[in-house]
């Protein structure tokens, strides 16, 4: 997906959960721009980093689902994928809120 909504920012993150991420159809997703033997870097929008937010935090969140029905690689994937993204930093204009669960992004007034 080219084009997109506000600023965009690229990330080097895992490939286990933005495969899992874009498999699913959990909304927009942005475009791979360099593939390494276990990682993307991926161009993001506001629109698809929001949406990659929202799905690993709740995938990460240990209230959020059972890890113990076989998806605890998933839970350990998303909790890789906010720390890549936290270490990373937000796009210009945009800051990270660390939750209990996840992660929020937020526009500063």
Known sequence: MRGG?????????????????VYR???????????????????LDIEALG???SDASYYADPGGFDPGIGLA????????TLKALRKQGPPEGYEFK??????LILRPE
């Open 5 to 21: 909504n506000g600023p965009r920012a690229e990330y080097r993150i895992g490939k286990v959960f933005y495969d899992d991420h």
């Open 25 to 43: 159809e959990c909304g927009a997703s942005g475009y791979i721009v360099n593939e390494f033997s276990n990682a993307y870097v991926v161009s």
């Open 51 to 53: 949406d990659l937010v």
């Open 73 to 80: 690689h998933l839970h350990a994937a998303a909790r890789r």
């Open 98 to 103: 660390q939750t209990r669960g996840g992660l």
